[in-house]
């Protein structure tokens, strides 16, 4: 039962999760400095190498949860019941995640506006691929609940037939 198309889904979700490591979310950039938001926090680009300006150690704990409870979801194929349960938490966890993100990328916004003098001129903003991949996990996650119902009514319907 894992070759099931539900578990190619929550793969994905897993999958997805994981190039968030590798990703930023943002781009920030004035005349002077560039800054991108990256999982593990916000960091300042300089020709000395990344500075660490804070660091947001939950929103990657958050995500390593993420990943793991996805593979815990997979491997629950036998009951499909609480397959579906496990997996309507899990997106309960990824609307969690995408929230602690948002906070996390007005919070980084808001530290640099104080953090930049007057001389500085405005940042501009560069959304990253990182700020997509939480929403594309969700949508694979309600397409892998959509599959173990579909299989549950198949099996429903099996056993009618006997």
């Known amino acids: 039962m894992i070759q099931r198309i539900q578990s190619v889904y929550l793969l994905l979700v ?46 990657m704990a958050f995500n390593i949860l993420i990943i793991v409870y996805s593979a815990v979801v997979i491997f629950s194929f036998k009951n499909r019941k609480k397959q579906v349960r496990l997996a309507g938490f899990n997106i309960i966890l990824l609307c969690g995640f995408i929230l602690l993100m948002f906070f996390g990328f007005d919070n980084a916004k808001s530290f640099l506006n104080i953090s930049s003098t007057a001389q500085t001129a405005e940042l501009s903003t560069t959304y990253g691929i990182g700020m997509m991949l939480p929403l594309l996990s969700l949508i694979f996650c309600l397409l892998a609940i959509r599959g173990i119902r579909k299989d549950e009514e198949l099996v429903r319907s099996a056993d009618r037939i006997r």
């Open 14 to 59: 897993m999958v997805c999760q994981g190039i968030l490591f590798a990703t930023s979310l943002a781009t920030f950039s004035s005349y002077e400095n560039s800054y991108y938001l990256g999982l593990t926090g916000l960091y300042k680009l300089s020709s000395a190498g990344e500075e660490l300006l804070f660091n947001s150690y939950a929103l």
